[in-house]
């Protein structure tokens, strides 16, 4: 195995077909294809199915790929910080729920760390495939949360993925809702009070099960709902509709501008926000100072 041929397997993963990867690496095609059969064969496995769609990665290839990336990773470090060069794009990659906190860690990241070239990924996506993107190592880390109604479904999912969890912090109920609705002046809110406005939630796919919802408290009574993909649309709705969202509370004003408050639920539940890492895997430098930056960002006491 040589740092070469990891490159050639990476690039073959990410332009989906040996053609495209062959251009970009500037080789061959038959050379880039003997590349690939030598590196199977030397671990045994069968990295991509080859079919007329071109080259899809196996299961077997996706946890190789996974590895590979993080080589790759340690190697582009090496040789940035010794030679002041870099041998390609520095990468990583983050899946999480709807935490502006993740972001702003992401972005203090990417200020610190970044080389020269650089190609960083920061999913905000549906919990479901947040797990999956962290068991097929398409991410290094994932962010989502456990409280008593999801918590054992979840850690069944992370455990038949061999994947740990480790708490940030924990977050009592909170309800996002624009400055100007008529709620804003109250100290705290309770369910009865945010019976005439409407709920928003974020979409989970085909995994659309209460126990994957990024809102807590998502079975209660709501007579109108919206259903969203993306936090801005969110914001913008909490904004225009009078709508609100139950949540963690934990929100950056520099990101997310001052015309969004939080104001505490009185409900009996809680939110253990935290990460999730492969359980075989050593974390990568990146992977671990974005953990260190993400502690740093952690409410010690929310409220």
């Not at 590349?35 to 671990?43: D, G, S, T």
């Not at 992401?106 to 549906?126: D, N, P, W």
């Not at 740990?164 to 809110?189: C, M, Q, W, Y």
């Amino acid at each position: 195995m040589t740092l070469k041929q990891l490159l050639y397997a990476v690039t073959v993963a990410e332009t989906g077909n040996i053609t495209d990867a062959a251009k970009k690496l500037f080789i061959a095609q038959p050379s880039l294809t003997a590349a690939i059969h030598e590196l199977e064969k030397e671990y045994g496995i069968v990295l991509f199915a080859r079919s007329n769609k071109g080259m899809e990665v196996t299961p077997d290839g996706e946890e190789f790929l996974g590895y590979a990336r993080q080589v790759l990773e340690q190697a582009n470090l090496i040789e940035e910080r010794y030679t002041g060069q870099s041998m390609g794009k520095q990468r990583f990659c983050v899946s999480s729920q709807h935490y502006s906190f993740a972001v702003e860690a992401f972005v203090r990241l990417l200020k610190e760390q970044a080389g020269s070239k650089y190609e960083y990924h920061m999913r905000e996506t549906q919990t479901y495939e947040i797990i999956e993107d962290v068991a097929h190592l398409r991410s290094e880390i994932g962010v989502l949360y456990l409280n008593r109604f999801n918590e054992t479904v979840i850690r069944k999912t992370l455990r038949d993925n061999n994947l740990s969890f480790t708490p940030l912090f924990t977050a009592k109920p909170h309800v996002f809702i624009g400055r100007d609705n008529p709620l804003a002046e109250k100290k705290s809110l309770t369910l009865e009070d945010l019976k005439p406005y409407p709920r928003l939630s974020f979409e989970q796919g085909s995994h659309n099960s209460f126990y994957f919802s990024e809102e807590i408290l998502s079975t209660a009574d709501c007579d109108r709902e919206l259903v969203v993909c993306d936090r801005a649309t969110l914001f913008n709705m909490l904004v225009g509709l009078n709508g609100y969202t139950i949540c963690s509370g934990v929100i950056s004003e520099e990101l997310n501008g001052p015309n969004i408050i939080a104001k505490p639920l009185e409900a009996d539940d809680y939110m253990e926000i935290g990460y999730i890492l492969p359980g075989a895997i050593r974390p990568s430098f990146l992977t671990a100072r974005y953990i260190e930056i993400l502690k740093s960002l952690a409410p010690s006491n929310p409220e």
